[in-house]
């Protein structure tokens, strides 16, 4: 490693992680994350990251005299005899061994197990060097920040597999992130993704030969599971009297429709289900004998059970029917009899744009797609196995994305997997992030709160990009749900400005910090994310208001 113009010396005590060097002043100063290289006391390459830099002068320590000291020292001495005091002293973290003595070039750096000798010199780290540890992966993501020539790119296989996670505060640059993500995903590999967006911000996602799929989010009550319902309703858990009821008008109202060769779905299936339940109410007010007050309802083998109905059940009916009239008349719009895993196309992003949803709605729709993209991937990676042609046939009929891997990306993760708290929908994300890898479903969570995420499902996300995140609990809590973060991290995590991310984890080879290329400058793409420039939607019109006259502004306003 003979080279000119080394950056530094190394200078006082040394470890076999950190080590401090005194910079040469006749070179250009190195910036903070800079990549150094050094020799060990083997003889080994190692390279290392600058993580602090500062100035000091022999003649002016902190601590040694007063500001009228200081002010004598100033005066008293010439600039040049205090040039000559002055010195820059770094520290460096060693990030492993580059290449052995024997000239081995590692492109996953090895752990140092020997300190830098004091004395040694201290240089940048090559160029090359670092494109072929940080470019040899198949998603362009940006640029190292303190080397703007070298490319980082993320491995697809390692970031889907063993699952991601975009966390950092309003504004940091998530959803840039996400669709530069997604844009690369299918651009160069195929992918098919499926992003849950409550807030519609991908829904008008695209760039030059884009293929997006923009799904319109609708349930079909008559295709999910009762805790779903109940959900969907906004049936607390502890209410068991009406959850079971519930359950008894569900299977009913499924089984005499299938008896009667009727469509399952949609608003007939919640009408079906408010007759039905009109039907007992009517059975227990009209029998003037109380042994009369029996109704039939169908149980989960689906057989016709008749069960004795009391005066205490009929609040709990008469609720459940108004829950019911309340989801037709305040969400009938999102009711169908659309499957929406249909809807799911290979080869493309997938939107489920959930906006115009309260939670519960989108609880009930994310736990719904979950878990069908699971189950139906499970199945179809089953019948593969043991050649069912027939099942695999009737399973891509009805759902054709599940024949290829899938990558489902959460954005505001913590609505659907709050921390301490169990829905629906944590239930399959969890079954995700421990199953998913096997099967080849990949799961990528967004959250601006990550101390308000569910524990389990953050610390299985593999590979962390960390935008900027200021509030000392949501550091605490990533640091804690991440093996990879160091107390170090933490501190470049707080200083990071927008669109520049800290990424670790396993598609990465070494923690980096990156600049995250600009979706719309650099890929010519758009998405929706981004805030609202207020001042000039404030200012527009306001010259042309100003020259109305007091009539037509009279006639210009709203009836």
């Known amino acids: 490693m003979e ?3 080394p950056v530094g010396i190394v200078f006082g ?14 070179n250009e100063l190195p910036r903070f994350g800079e990549f150094l290289i050094a020799r060990n006391r083997d003889g080994d390459e190692v390279l290392a ?46 990030l492993g061994v580059l290449r052995t003595a024997g000239g081995e ?10 300190p830098i000798k004091p004395g040694e010199k201290v240089y940048l780290a090559r160029d090359e060097d670092l494109e072929r540890i940080f470019s040899q992966g198949h998603i362009r993501l940006g640029r190292l920040i303190a080397r703007e020539k070298v490319e980082v790119k993320l491995d697809a296989n390692r970031l889907v597999s063993r699952h991601f996670a975009v966390l950092a505060v309003t504004g940091a640059g998530k959803s840039n992130t996400i669709a530069v993500l997604t844009k690369e995903l299918v651009s160069n590999v195929n992918a098919t993704v499926v992003i849950l967006d409550p807030h519609g911000e991908y829904r008008h996602l695209s760039w030059p030969g884009a293929r997006v799929n923009p799904i319109k989010a609708t349930i079909d009550p008559g ?31 499924r089984a005499e429709m299938r008896k009667n060769g009727k469509v399952i779905g949609g608003l007939p299936f919640l009408e079906a289900m408010e007759d039905k339940i009109e039907e007992w109410i009517r059975i227990y007010e009209g029998a003037e004998d109380k042994e009369e007050k029996h109704i039939t309802y169908y149980d989960e083998k689906g057989n016709a059970v008749q069960r004795k109905i009391q005066a205490k059940d009929l609040d709990s009916l008469i609720r459940l029917k108004d829950y019911i009239g309340e989801l037709k008349a305040n969400f009938g719009e999102f009711i169908s009899p659309i499957d929406v895993l249909g809807e799911i196309r290979p080869g493309m992003v997938n939107v489920i744009d959930l906006s115009g949803m309260e939670e519960e709605q989108m609880i009930t729709l994310a736990s719904f797609v979950l878990r069908g ?52 929908a944590t239930l399959w994300l969890g079954k995700i992030a421990r199953e998913g890898r096997k099967f080849g479903v990949g799961l990528g969570i967004v959250s601006q709160r990550p101390k308000k995420l569910d524990d389990d499902i953050l610390s299985q996300t593999n590979t962390k990009i960390i935008l900027k995140l200021v509030e000392p609990n949501d550091q605490r809590y990533v640091q804690q749900a991440s093996e990879q973060i160091s107390e170090d991290l933490l501190g470049d995590i707080a200083s990071l400005g927008v669109g520049e991310a800290v990424i670790v984890g396993y598609a990465i080879t070494i923690p980096a910090m990156v600049k995250i290329y600009s979706f719309e400058r650099d890929f010519k793409g758009h998405y929706g994310g981004g805030d609202i420039d207020i001042v000039a939607e404030w200012l527009e019109g306001k010259d042309e208001a100003e020259e109305m006259t007091e009539e037509e502004a009279i006639e210009a306003l709203p009836l």
Do not use: C
Request: hydrophobic content about 40%; overall charge positive; charged content about 30%.
């Open 3 to 5: 080279r000119d113009n």
């Open 13 to 26: 005590e040394s470890t076999t992680d950190h080590f401090t060097f005194i910079v040469n002043p006749r």
């Open 49 to 94: 990251l600058l993580k602090s830099i500062r100035n000091i002068n022999w003649l002016m320590d902190a601590g040694r005299g007063s500001y009228d000291y200081v002010e004598k020292t100033v005066n008293v001495f010439s600039k040049g005899v205090l040039d000559k005091s002055e010195e820059i002293l770094a520290t460096a973290k060693v």
């Open 105 to 114: 070039f590692l492109a996953k750096p090895a752990p140092n197990r020997v």
């Open 223 to 253: 295709r999910i599971r009762l805790s779903e319902l109940a959900t969907l309703l906004g049936i607390a858990e502890n209410a068991s009297l009406q959850r079971r009821f519930l359950g008894l008008v569900y299977r009913t109202v």
């Open 373 to 424: 993209i699971l189950k139906n991937r499970i199945e179809y990676i089953k019948a593969l196995r043991t050649n069912d042609r027939l099942t695999m046939r009737e399973i891509l009929d009805a759902y054709p994305a599940v024949k290829k891997p899938l990558l489902v990306i959460v954005e505001e993760a913590h609505i659907f997997a709050p921390r301490g708290e169990k829905n629906p």
